[in-house]
T-cell receptor, first 111, second 114 residues
Framework: QQKVQQSPESLTVSEGAMASLNCTFSDGTSNNFRWYRQHSAKGLEVLVSIFSDGEKEEGRFTAHLNRANLHVSLHIREPQPSDSAVYLCAVIGTNTGKLTFGDGTVLTVKP | DPKIIQKPKYLVAVTGSEKILICEQYLGHNAMYWYRQSAKKPLEFMFSYSYQKLMDNQTASSRFQPQSSKKNHLDLQITALKPDDSATYFC?????????????FGEGSKLTVL
């Protein structure tokens, strides 16, 4: 069964400093990865999807995937206080087609 | 405007009672899902429906019953409620299967069982 783990549990950065979030997964055959953001009492907003090794940029959000290391990361350029939220990594299993989520990283951006 | 509407946003129930969580999507999607987010646990897949047919069920308890009266509706009936059922329940939809389609979420229904 796919296991998805995120680190750190929480992260505080200053406005404008790069924020980096990590995610490891257990199924090396996975080929579909997504990062979501969840503001308090709101639904999930998809930020970036990545399907092959390398990087994928969507605005200020860049995902890096290294399947050999079972690792996908999210980098947020010039974070704003409005980016403060829970960030969730999600992995789709190749055989199951199911989305498995990590526990999330709580990001706080200080002015 | 939200394209996936969940009602109610908050609800409180007593142990043993029954509640129905409503979900309607206006994205024209063929597949709909329910996920649960309990305290200190990851978001967890419950059910998937495609063209109003159950495709996958990862919920062990029969107390949870999805109901699809229309293509863009997928309600969740929960019977004999327990305090452990307290969670935020998210409805989601996608145009196609998840391997090719993007998954969109509603804002959730937060259930508290006393």
């Amino acid at each position: 069964q796919q296991k998805v783990q995120q680190s750190p549990e929480s992260l505080t950065v200053s406005e404008g400093a790069m924020a980096s979030l990590n995610c490891t997964f257990s199924d090396g055959t996975s080929n579909n990865f997504r990062w979501y953001r969840q503001h308090s009492a709101k639904g999930l907003e998809v930020l970036v999807s990545i399907f092959s090794d390398g990087e994928k940029e969507e605005g200020r959000f860049t995902a890096h995937l290294n399947r050999a290391n079972l690792h996908v990361s999210l980098h947020i350029r010039e974070p704003q206080p409005s980016d403060s939220a829970v960030y969730l990594c999600a992995v789709i299993g190749t055989n199951t087609g199911k989305l498995t989520f990590g526990d999330g990283t709580v990001l706080t951006v200080k002015p | 405007d939200p394209k996936i509407i969940q009602k109610p946003k908050y609800l409180v129930a007593v142990t043993g009672s029954e509640k129905i969580l409503i979900c309607e999507q206006y994205l024209g999607h063929n597949a709909m899902y329910w996920y649960r987010q309990s305290a200190k646990k990851p978001l967890e897949f419950m059910f998937s429906y495609s063209y109003q047919k159950l495709m996958d069920n990862q919920t062990a308890s029969s107390r949870f019953q999805p109901q699809s009266s229309k293509k863009n509706h997928l309600d969740l009936q929960i019977t004999a409620l327990k305090p452990d059922d307290s969670a935020t329940y998210f409805c989601a939809s996608s145009q196609e299967g998840l391997n090719t389609g993007q998954l969109y979420f509603g804002e959730g229904s937060k259930l508290t069982v006393l």
